[in-house]
């Protein structure tokens, strides 16, 4: 059985940070892509992060700059180190992992909420 645990999300106020992990299990972790995508009330899902097998990272342009995207295959884990945090932010951060566009898991979410 496939899943994927996020963890790490809160509130936290307009420049603060977090670190999201998002830990698999019942997948051979290493040869997946794994992602951070976010979703907003009323918007459509995103991409805002992903790191391929090669380590090879993508982020959308919003995050650029403020947020990174890092994996440890030994913990099956991938994780997002959030900085200077933005209201527009404010979202449900959900962890991926993609296969050869064969094989497509989602954890179950995490609430990331930037405010003062």
């Known amino acids: 059985q496939v899943q994927l645990v996020e963890s790490g999300g809160g509130l936290v106020q307009p420049g603060g940070s977090l670190r999201l992990s998002c830990a698999a299990s019942g997948i051979f972790f290493s040869i997946y892509t794994m992602g951070w995508y976010r979703q907003a009330p009323g918007k459509q899902r995103e991409l805002v992060a992903n790191i391929n097998t090669n380590r090879f990272t993508n982020y959308a342009d919003s995050v650029k700059g403020r947020f990174t995207i890092s994996r440890d295959n030994v913990k099956s884990t991938v994780y997002l180190q959030m900085n200077s945090l933005k209201p527009e932010d404010t979202a449900v951060y959900y962890c991926?992992?993609?296969?050869?566009?064969?094989?497509?898991?989602w954890g179950q979410g995490t609430q990331v909420t930037v405010s003062s």
């Open positions: 991926n992992a993609l296969h050869l566009g064969t094989s497509n898991y």
